[in-house]
Structures are given as C-alpha cells and as structure tokens.
C-alpha cells in the first residue's frame, strides 16, 4: 500500500476513534457518530487508496498498450500481479487492447531470462499487450529458449520490448556479471596520431588552431579539443604506428564558425580537401582541411534536424573551448569531436561498439552511426564505400578512451573477452599513465588509459577532476 494511503488510514481512524470508542465494534458504533457525513467519509477513505491504485495500473496499461499500437514496442508487460488483481483489471484491460487496435494476453509463467530477477514473477501474472506478430515471436522465443545462451535470449527478450541495446546492457549489469566500458568510467576520448617532424604538428595544432597543451612527455604532446576529448600528436619513430600505415581516420572538429574558420584556414594557406559549401535543410555543413602530414580534419556543423534530435541536446550543453589566442579564427575553438573510423562490414562494428563496448547511438545516418563515448567526444562508425577513407588492414591511429577505473575494466576483459588484446596492461614511460590495448572488428586499435600523479599529468588531471 502505498505510504500517503497508510497514512491517511491512520489519521481518519484517529479521527473517528472518539466517537467510535476504543475498542470499537464498527457496526454498533455508526449511531453514536454525529453524523452519516462522518460514517460516509470513512468508508471513502477506508477504500479510496484501492480505487487509486487500480486508477494507476490502468493508466500505466493505457500508456502500454498505446506505445504498442504505435509499433514502440512489440510486446509490452504489465508488473506481475497475483491473479486476483488480473481478474479485477482483466475486462478494463480488454477494453484498453481494443481502443488501441492491440490483443492482450495473460501470461501465467512469464520466460525467465538475464533481463529481470529470475524470481520477478514468481506465483503472479503478467498482462502482455501485443499484436499477433509480437505474441508469436514471445512464444517462439519461449518455447525454443533452450538454444539460446543466456545472453543472446535476454537481448531477443529485450528487443521485442522495445529497449535500446545499452537499456539492455544496463539491465543484463544489474542481474548478471555482464559489464561494459560505460559501467567502469569514461572520462574522456582521445586520438593519437604519428608524426614525422612532431614539433611541425604541434605548432599546426597548439598556434594555428588554438588548442591548448594539457600534458608534454616530449615524444607525446596532447592537447585539448573540447571540454573531454583530446587528441595526442606522437613522435612516430616512437610510437606504436609507423608513418607507412595508412591514416584510415577523421576527425570532425564541432563548431558554429565554419565561415570563420574556412576564411582563416584559406588565409593560412592550409591545404582544403573539401571545400565549404552550406545547405539549406542539411543535417550538417562543414569542409575538410588536411593536417601537415595527411590526417584529414572535417570542421562540422550539425543542425537542427530529424536525423540529430538526440544528439542536439547533447552539444548544446557545451560552449566551444576559447582559444589560446583571440588571433585565432574567431577565438572560439571547439564544442566536441567526433573520431571517424571505416569499416567494410559496418553492421559487425555496430553490434560490437554497442554490445560490447556499450556506446549508445545518437546519431543514424544509415551509412554512418555515431555514438556517444563521453560528454563531448563521440566514436563515428562509416562504411568504407561511401566514406572518405578505404578500408585498410593497418590504420596509422589509435583510439582512445580514458577510464576511471581502468584495473576493473582490465579484469573484466581478461575474464570475459569482449575484444582480443593487443597488449597487456602496462606502465607507461616515467609512470606517468597505465594502459593496455585491444582489437575492434575493423582492426583498429582500441587504447584504454588511466593517467598517474605526475608533474606532466597536472593539467590533465585538473581537467578530468573538474569533469566528474
């Protein structure tokens, strides 16, 4: 019973105690009440709170069978209710089913899978609102449950719900071992990008586009694209690429000044892959520049449009970062990044940015899927057909994220292998930071860090602390 409805039980009944006398036998008391208004409104509010719990199931059925007949969900559940309560509710719910063009049905052992307490439904009912494609495909899922890993049974369980992948994920970490990198803290994407003459690169970066160094190791520079992203410019005859390996990634700098900044990158004699040219009713504008050494940068204005209204909200919560100098196109610089990377089988890469990393979409573009990692930095997925960049068995980048809990994240990929390791956790140079990498589908490489006190880590460490 809900906690007001206790209460004002317990109130009336003081009320009227009085009058009814302690011990009280109802029925001799009622005339020695004062009034029948009194004797009235008890039995008013001896059963009102019933009345309005029923009123609450049938306006969450209501909801329910309305997002079926919309085709939000295939199936949709009542809680589970012992079977007294669905014989209460059972006409009201037919007549719910048939004002939305959808069938009820009464399900009295609810499938068991890793999405909810196996015990959820245990000696209680459960009202399924569906249409007749829907309860086919929850009773095929029932009655062949026995050929599914648990994992794959709960995702089609939940799928046939309605949920997003990483609404399935979250409920697969609450009941199961199953986690993602989101579940261990992302605080921040980062790039590393290899470099011949790194000291060219850094100037092109820090002085030409405004963007401020946050740690210096000599070999790595990295530098500050948005509230958290960064990208890191390498020393290649020390990193982890080799300046042979194709540079099969993009990076899409976010901003309202393309005007701005296409005049002031012209003015700078930077060299233009495409140029700028505005549409009216695009989803987004933009042009590409090329780096010093070949990296392509896509400066990009998403827009109010279908295809962007999860990811609207999004970046309008963040101002672009000021530049280090106000001579810097219009001393404005960045509100997020998206890091681009190409795939000849896009679909496999969706399933393993979702399922497995647990990335969640905001933007569909059909042949492009963008998703959130962090606050501002997103992971864009394209197929290498209609991008700007071919497959490539090597690719002379890294991805990176940076996770607050790095040693959880670490075990669990040991224990669970939700991506092939490309090397093992380690202590990086000084011990200034601890890392380990891994494979995506494409072969890209996947670099988790955590950053260690160090006197070159201090403004990177103030800036992830003033994020959480």
Known sequence: MPQHCQTLRFFYLYLFLPVLGSPYNFEKSIPFMKSKLQYLLLLIFCFACGNEDTSIQLGKIEAFAEMVSADLK?????EPMPSKDV?????????????YGVQVYREVELIKTSLFPSDISYGKEVLIFHKENGLRSYLDLKENFKNYDEEDAARRFGRLLGYPVHYINSLLAKNTAFRTLPDFGIQATNIFLYYEDLPAAQKFYQELLGMEVVSDYEFAKTLRVSEDSFITLVDAAVGRHKLDEPKTVAIALLTDQLPEWYAYLQESQVPIKYEYKPKENNAHDGFVAVDPEGYLLEFETFK???ENEKLMPQIQKFSALPTVSDDVAAGLGFYGAVTWLYYEDLQEAELFYEEKIGLPLIVDQGWAKVYQASQTGYIGLVDERRGMHNFTEKKGASVAFIVEDLEGWYNYV???????LEREMYVGNEERYKAFVGLDPGKYFLEFNSYLEHSDNKRLFEILESNK
């Open 87 to 99: 014989d209460k509710l059972w006409s009201e719910a037919q007549l719910i089913a048939e004002k």
């Open 74 to 78: 295939h199936l949709a559940l009542s």
């Open 414 to 420: 040991q224990q669970h292998s939700p991506l092939p």
């Open 304 to 306: 109010q449009h279908p």
